[in-house]
């Protein structure tokens, strides 16, 4: 069975400890938790009054404004929940490359993923996973027992890189799937159409959800450092390679990168996503603390 340990650090699993991860929006989860509901009911947290109308709970009565007024008034609270989580791991070809540095994008994908389902099922929130490449291939629904998150690690460290990517046809269908609003946490390379992908994107943003997209490179893959006539395989389909003289390319394929790095910028700001970009040659647990640092403030 797996553990946690089967995929982090000691210190790494130490340093999540002290950290919380709240949901900006209002998320409708099915137990009392730490984030707001947009449901009314019993909490410390005050709303408004109201007038008393027959079939209110008494216990609800503010018989401080009865003394004044002579009126009775019902005193309504926010509601508090848990919140329903889902991880959506790329699992696509592109994610098994592993540059000059050594890190694999899955595995440091996989830490990530471990990392974020550990922490939330720590504050009692239910979470679920997604793995895919072409299309979904584990949809693990929210849960909370202490026995879900062995599932959800165990489908982690199974699950191996191949084929090719559509991600915007996966996210329309966990717009489908999810039916109360919560969090969604994508973890990916996005190597795919950014028009497309956005699209997808506005769907889940329309329907509720909050969302945290975090994007992987490797390093090869933003500085293209290569300096010798190379083969270039397409990790997404094994029957196409290119050689190449990467210097009679480099520009271009810098000019291309620059303008899709822009267009997903662009459109995560555009749908108030939280967006990461993440080297994977800079260590995932420091990155994991300063975004949820900055994210508490």
Same mark, same amino acid.
């Given at each position: 069975?797996?553990?946690?340990?089967? =995929?982090?650090?000691?210190?790494?699993? @130490?340093?999540?400890?002290?950290?919380?991860?709240?949901?900006? @929006?209002?998320?409708?989860?099915?137990?009392?938790?730490?984030?707001?509901?947009?449901?009314? /009911?019993? $909490?410390?947290?005050?709303?408004?009054?109201?007038?008393?109308?027959?079939?209110?709970?008494? %216990?609800?009565?503010?018989? &401080?404004?009865? /003394?004044?007024?002579?009126?009775?008034?019902?005193?309504?609270? #926010?509601?508090?929940?848990?919140?329903?989580?889902?991880?959506?791991?790329?699992? $696509?070809? $592109?994610?098994?490359?592993?540059?000059?540095?050594?890190?694999?994008?899955?595995?440091?994908?996989?830490?990530?993923?471990?990392?974020?389902?550990?922490?939330?099922? $720590?504050?009692?929130?239910?979470?679920?996973?997604?793995?895919?490449?072409?299309? =979904?291939?584990?949809?693990?629904?929210?849960? @909370?027992?202490?026995?879900?998150?062995?599932?959800?690690?165990?489908?982690?460290? &199974?699950?191996?890189?191949?084929?090719?990517?559509?991600?915007?046809?996966?996210?329309?269908?966990?717009?489908?799937?999810?039916?109360?609003?919560?969090?969604? =946490?994508?973890?990916?390379?996005?190597?795919?159409?950014?028009?497309?992908?956005? %699209?997808?994107?506005?769907?889940?943003?329309?329907? /509720?959800?909050?969302? =945290?997209?975090?994007?992987?490179?490797?390093? #090869?893959?933003?500085?293209?450092?290569?300096?010798?006539? *190379?083969?270039?395989?397409?990790?997404?389909?094994?029957?196409? *390679?290119?050689?190449?003289?990467?210097?009679?390319?480099?520009?271009?394929?810098?000019?291309?990168? &620059?303008?899709?790095?822009?267009?997903? @910028?662009?459109?995560?700001?555009?749908?108030?996503?939280?967006?990461?970009?993440?080297?994977?040659?800079?260590?995932?647990?420091?990155?994991?603390? *300063?975004?949820?640092?900055?994210?508490? %403030?």
């Amino acid at each position: 069975m797996a553990t946690l340990s089967s =995929i982090l650090e000691a210190e790494d699993i @130490t340093s999540l400890q002290s950290l919380q991860l709240f949901a900006r @929006t209002v998320v409708e989860g099915f137990t009392t938790g730490n984030h707001a509901s947009p449901h009314k /009911g019993f $909490s410390v947290e005050f709303r408004q009054h109201r007038p008393y109308v027959q079939g209110d709970d008494i %216990r609800r009565l503010d018989w &401080k404004i009865f /003394g004044r007024a002579d009126r009775f008034y019902i005193r309504e609270f #926010d509601e508090e929940t848990n919140l329903r989580a889902t991880v959506v791991l790329d699992a $696509s070809g $592109s994610m098994g490359y592993r540059g000059q540095k050594g890190v694999q994008k899955f595995d440091y994908a996989r830490k990530l993923a471990a990392a974020m389902a550990y922490l939330l099922m $720590s504050q009692q929130d239910a979470v679920g996973l997604i793995t895919f490449d072409s299309k =979904i291939r584990e949809f693990i629904p929210n849960r @909370t027992r202490i026995t879900h998150l062995h599932h959800l690690l165990e489908t982690m460290v &199974k699950t191996e890189p191949g084929k090719d990517t559509a991600l915007a046809p996966v996210l329309e269908s966990l717009a489908q799937r999810l039916k109360r609003r919560g969090l969604v =946490i994508l973890i990916s390379d996005f190597f795919d159409d950014a028009a497309a992908i956005m %699209r997808a994107i506005g769907v889940l943003r329309k329907k /509720g959800h909050e969302i =945290i997209a975090m994007q992987l490179w490797d390093r #090869d893959e933003l500085e293209f450092p290569f300096g010798q006539w *190379s083969r270039f395989e397409n990790l997404e389909n094994a029957e196409e *390679s290119l050689l190449l003289d990467p210097a009679a390319v480099r520009q271009r394929y810098m000019e291309v990168l &620059k303008d899709f790095q822009g267009k997903l @910028t662009e459109g995560f700001r555009k749908h108030q996503v939280d967006y990461l970009s993440l080297p994977t040659d800079e260590p995932h647990a420091a990155a994991l603390r *300063s975004y949820l640092a900055l994210r508490m %403030r």
